[in-house]
């Protein structure tokens, strides 16, 4: 099992570009989140996941959409990339009471 | 959530035991104490959780307080490749909040390894 894949690792946008993060999963998790992470905080929920089709607003969603076509893909989407979008950006998984598994992260600039 | 309260940073010599504190003294009776690390430039990973009962893995093992309003993640000889950040984490029994199964990442304890 390769667990949880993000792509890219790494990324640099100008002001007002977009761009898609993609994370899947092969473990067959109903449960998906993406976080994001800046330099010495935790990691804050975006949007999650609790199923194909069912997506909701996490702690910070404004600037990102989703969406969760199957199981296994949750791609987060930033569509005019602004510097407050610097970050790291974590997706995870899990079956529910279970522990989350997490990707490497993709970090992303903004200039 | 119940909120934990852990020190910013330690430091620990490696081959010597480690132990990680946590504070969380408004702990409801069905919440599960959860431990995770973050190694550079990696997303976190489970270490290990508890109810009431002390539980060891073989990653570490995690000491309870008989009141549960603190815990203590115990690594037993550290070595360089453990320096991370640990997140302590509190769980309701039955994991569901109003964010599916999402735990709430604070900034966790920065251990530097030497």
């Not at chain 2, 990696?42 to 093992?61: C, D, F, K």
Request: aromatic share 10%; charged share 15%.
């Amino acid at each position: 099992n390769a667990g949880v894949t993000q792509t890219p690792k790494f990324r640099i946008l100008k002001i007002g570009q977009s761009m898609t993060l993609q994370c899947t999963q092969d473990m067959n998790h109903n449960y998906m989140y993406w976080y994001r992470q800046d330099p010495g905080m935790g990691l804050k929920l975006i949007y999650y996941s609790v199923g194909a089709g069912i997506t909701d607003k996490g702690e910070v969603p404004n600037g990102y959409n989703v969406s969760r076509s199957t199981t296994e893909d949750f791609p987060l989407r930033l569509e005019l990339a602004a510097p407050s979008q610097t970050s790291v950006y974590f997706c995870a998984s899990t079956m529910g009471r279970s522990p989350l598994h997490f990707g490497n992260g993709t970090r992303l600039t903004v200039t | 959530d119940a909120k934990t309260t852990q020190p910013n940073s330690m430091e620990s010599n490696e081959e010597e035991p480690v132990h990680l504190p946590c504070n969380h003294s408004t702990i409801s009776g069905t919440d599960y104490i959860h431990w995770y690390r973050q190694l550079p430039s990696q997303g976190p990973e489970y270490v290990i959780h508890g109810l009431t009962s002390n539980v060891n893995n073989r990653m570490a093992s995690l000491a309870i307080a008989e009141d549960r309003k603190s815990s203590t993640l115990i690594l037993h000889r550290a070595t360089l490749r453990d320096a991370a950040v640990y997140y302590c984490i509190l769980r309701d029994y039955w994991g569901r909040s109003n964010s599916g199964y999402a735990l709430n990442f604070g900034k966790g304890t920065s251990l530097l390894v030497t």
